[in-house]
């Protein structure tokens, strides 16, 4: 997206949300020049200056960022003070918005912010110069938001976003968390930003408080890892999960099926290897040929703070798991664990489950259900799938197919 993209669009969500009373707040004040610092910060006019921009942690990053910054909160700003916004209101629900920065939202039962508060020091970079006291909650999630893009927190690599409510009322605070995911999705969507948003309604409790606390994290990160900590893997622990970024637990939480959520997109999976080539290293660690792996299953899990996808497959009189790195395709342990034989063996395979924990394959025969490298089990049929190659997969190399002729 291109730096004017990013100005028009975040310029245009804050006025469409909020009257434009500037000019007549100058004439009431008696101002008659414009504001020049504001309106007029310099502007890298250029084209080397526009390829040796890079954003910057601890400060905006180049000058029309500060003006488009800039903008947002002054227009926030006037809407808070001339609406004399009582601040002392009682908190309705508190939103959480993660990238990696965390920020948490106090908000009242009109949906205007109460406060705002970073949970980390990247977020006091995101709300830096912001007073979003007083502005209407889908002013303020896109504003941050907007600003997470100018600081380079949300990438094409890093394209997710984690939306959590809490609230009094749950019935309220579920319909809340769809509305601002709706919301962001989109605003991100005409902005022409490939973005995924994971929505979340959270039971907050004082453990689950005092869990995030403890660990720097928002009520909503804490929340999600509680619950990728139920969806049956048995590698995953605390301290792995709390070792990841906000978007590898999005794509954790995407690909194992986490329960009751809101989600729009697809948290980027391109720099990670992929179910089938996952397979076919453990295959070729454990020098067995697809042909003779039986129950072959796989899921997408976590261990030792990394990514991972744990293969296993019964060859013989011996049981193979393996855990590959989700990134480089190295081998993060494996076990080689003898079974003895197998009474009235046959060919067999099982699903690749992403998240179900079990293998529904027999030694006695039957087919592959492999999905894609989305690991979406739901999909198991899509378009990637070739199923008469029910090995391959079109986003792998030649290496998988290679494996098919042994």
Known sequence: MTESKINESLKAAVEEMTPNMLDALMSELDITDEPKELMHDTIAQDSAADKNWKPVSGRLGAGWMKAVISCAAVLVLVVGGLSVYNLNKTAFALVSLDVNPGIEISIDSNE??????????????????????????????????????????????????????????????????????????????????????????????????????????????????????????????????????????????????????????????????????????????????????????????????????????????????????????SIVSYEKEYEGPVAGAGGGTSNGSSGSGTSNGSSGGGNAYYDDDDDDWDDRYDDDDDWDDRYDDDDDDDDDDDDDDD
């Open 112 to 329: 205007r912010v109460i406060s705002a508060t970073p949970v980390n020091d990247e977020a006091k970079d995101v709300l830096s110069d912001m007073d979003l006291k007083g502005s209407d909650i889908n002013v303020a999630t896109n504003a941050i938001v907007g600003s997470m893009l100018t600081h380079g927190y949300l990438t094409d690599l890093s394209n997710s976003i984690l939306v959590s409510v809490s609230a009094q009322d749950e019935a309220a605070g579920t319909e809340l968390e769809k509305k601002l995911s709706e919301n962001l999705n989109a605003y991100l969507e005409d902005s022409q930003i490939t973005a995924a948003i994971l929505g979340q309604y959270v039971n907050e409790d004082e453990a689950l408080k005092s869990f995030a606390e403890t660990n720097g994290i928002s009520i909503g990160k804490a929340w999600l890892i509680k619950n990728l900590l139920n969806t049956g893997s048995t590698k995953m622990t605390e301290a792995d999960l709390l070792k990841l970024s906000t978007q590898e637990l999005i794509l954790l939480g995407q690909k194992r099926g986490v329960a009751n959520n809101t989600s729009y997109g697809d948290a980027e999976s391109g720099k990670y290897i992929g179910s089938e080539k996952a397979i076919s290293i453990a295959l070729e660690k454990a020098g067995v040929k697809k042909a003779s792996a039986q129950n072959l299953h796989y899921e997408f899990d976590a261990e030792k703070g990394v990514l991972i996808y744990e293969v296993s497959f019964r060859a013989g009189d011996y049981e193979y798991d393996y855990d590959i790195n989700a990134i480089d395709g």
